[in-house]
């Protein structure tokens, strides 16, 4: 089966410096790899996905994640985080036709 | 463009009681998904449609828990008898199709069974 891990429960960063989220995957085959944010009280929102193509992908809010197949790594990056990225976010890997969350990283942006 | 609907926003009952989250997709979404999502744990998925047919529900726990999809648009989810450990959020989501298209969610269900 593929998974994902996020290694960190928590990252905390201020406003203006660069932030990642680390994702790690296990699969077999081509991996199909998405990040999602969770605020308070709402719904997971897409941020961005990998398919195929080139390894750095952009998606909303300023985000941009970076698959490195070696190390089979697909972390979320911002250059410069604000206090309203302090969120929930998720690193999901599609298994056969659904899709397998991470257990999440709970990322702090102090002003 | 409207997005995911779900209610109740929040349930509390008593285990043993049943209760049942009514979740509407975006229009024209063929596939809908339920998830449960336990405090400090990412979102697991129970079941999946794909229009008004199931399409993976083999981590639903179908002694207590049942869905359906009669007309293929809106969908309802039942827990009876609901257990303490049932307690989550449960989310709904919806998609295009089931490949490798973005699943959009609806705001959830937090249900506390007492």
């Known amino acids: 089966a593929q998974s994902v891990a996020q290694p960190e429960d928590q990252v905390n960063v201020a406003e203006g410096n660069p932030l990642t989220v680390k994702c790690t995957y296990s699969v077999s085959g081509n991996p199909y790899l998405f990040w999602y944010v969770q605020y308070p009280n709402r719904g997971l929102q897409f941020l961005l996905k990998?398919?195929?193509?080139?390894?750095l992908v952009k998606g909303s809010y300023g985000f941009e994640a970076e698959f490195n197949k070696s190390q089979t790594s697909f972390h979320l990056k911002k250059p410069s985080a604000l206090v309203s990225d302090s969120a929930l976010y998720f690193c999901a890997v599609r298994d056969d036709y659904k899709l397998s969350f991470g257990a999440g990283t709970t990322v702090t942006v102090r002003a | 463009e409207a997005g995911v609907a779900q209610s109740p926003r929040y349930k509390i009952i008593e285990k043993r009681q049943s209760v049942a989250f009514w979740c509407n997709p975006i229009s024209g979404h063929a596939t809908l998904y339920w998830y449960q999502q336990i405090l400090g744990q990412g979102p697991k998925l129970l079941i999946q449609?794909?229009?008004?047919?199931?399409?993976?529900d083999s981590q639903l726990p179908k002694d207590r828990f049942s869905a359906e999809r009669l007309k293929g648009v809106d969908s309802t989810l039942k827990i009876q008898p609901a257990k303490l450990e049932d307690s989550a959020v449960y989310l709904c989501?919806?998609?295009?199709?089931?490949?490798?298209?973005?699943?959009?969610f609806g705001p959830g269900t937090r249900l506390t069974v007492l």
């Open positions: 990998y398919i195929t193509g080139d390894n």
């Open positions: 989501a919806s998609s295009l199709g089931y490949s490798h298209n973005e699943q959009f």
């Open positions: 449609f794909q229009n008004n047919g199931v399409v993976d």
